[in-house]
């Protein structure tokens, strides 16, 4: 059993692989939702159904988020109408926000409802939402704190951030079902993902780095010398105090990973770390990445 720590698109890619080299039942997959948001009225949570779409089969791997072949109908009437939807939700995605929003006005736990989903999709992987506590993550700009989806999607990334905060009303805690993934698994897998707003409120969630501690666990980092293979993430980092680089990458994780991964292409001198191909351009090239990563895990 091997659980993965995911967020945005980069660790996805990885599993894109992982699932054509493991058995699917032994992969858990905790999925950060501090970037989930109510738009609408319906509740979006991107990095979860980025991960379940892609089981699913159904993920449009063109822009790594939403359905494929979806439609937008719905979103274009909104738009019409003259009221603001700054994300473009396509119509079989909006069923699953409208679902999930009902749902979760009803009481239901977010585990369990991704749960749900997920049986319904036919997803064999283990789908785990970070925490059932509701947790944001701010940026602060000169318009004050906004929603880190305001800042990458209605922004486009312009906006100068000055810091990143994470905004609950209670302290956000690992789910029963999160603590004995990894407790179950023989190794814990961060993926190549944003640390700052992929990875480290996953981390941020109490119990998670308690389970972790007596796992092997293996990071990819997700910088090829100071630029981030997609996203925001060198902005995020410096923002946070962290150079924009793997060898940031390497200290935001400093006290909990024991093998860490950079690209071979890295002019970046992490010590110890292992060197292989992490461009995942195309299915091909992340079941390579998958095989050596799955290769380093057997290994420990």
Known sequence: MIT??????????LL???????DRHEISVVVNTAEDIWISGNH?????????????????????????????????????????EFIAIGDRDRAVHIARANMLRDGMRLTNITKYFCDRFGVRENVLPMSDTEVTTRVKTELGLIHYQEYWVRSKGKIQIEDVV??????????????????????????????????????????????MKDKFVIAVSPFVGNTPVSGPAAELMKASGFEATSAGTAACYKDIVDLFIQDIR????????IRLDTLMIGEEKSIELAEKILQLANRN
């Not at 980025?50 to 449009?60: R, S």
Request: net charge negative; proline share 7%; with cysteine.
């Open 44 to 84: 979006i949570s991107p990095d979860l159904d980025t991960v379940m779409y892609l089981f699913a089969g159904v993920l449009n791997t063109d822009t790594w988020w939403g359905v494929r072949n979806d439609t937008f109908t719905t979103h274009d009437e909104i738009t019409w109408m003259g009221l603001e």
């Open 16 to 22: 894109r692989g992982m699932q054509k080299v493991m």
């Open 4 to 13: 993965f720590l995911s967020g945005g698109t980069g660790t996805p890619k």
């Open 266 to 273: 890295d002019p970046v001198e992490v010590k110890d770390s």
């Open 166 to 211: 994470r905004c609950s009303k209670t302290p956000p805690a690992s789910t029963e079902e999160v603590i004995q993934a990894v407790e179950a698994s023989d190794v814990v897998v961060i993926g190549p993902s944003n640390p700052i707003t992929s990875i480290t409120p996953i981390l941020e969630c109490s119990g998670i780095k308690e389970a």
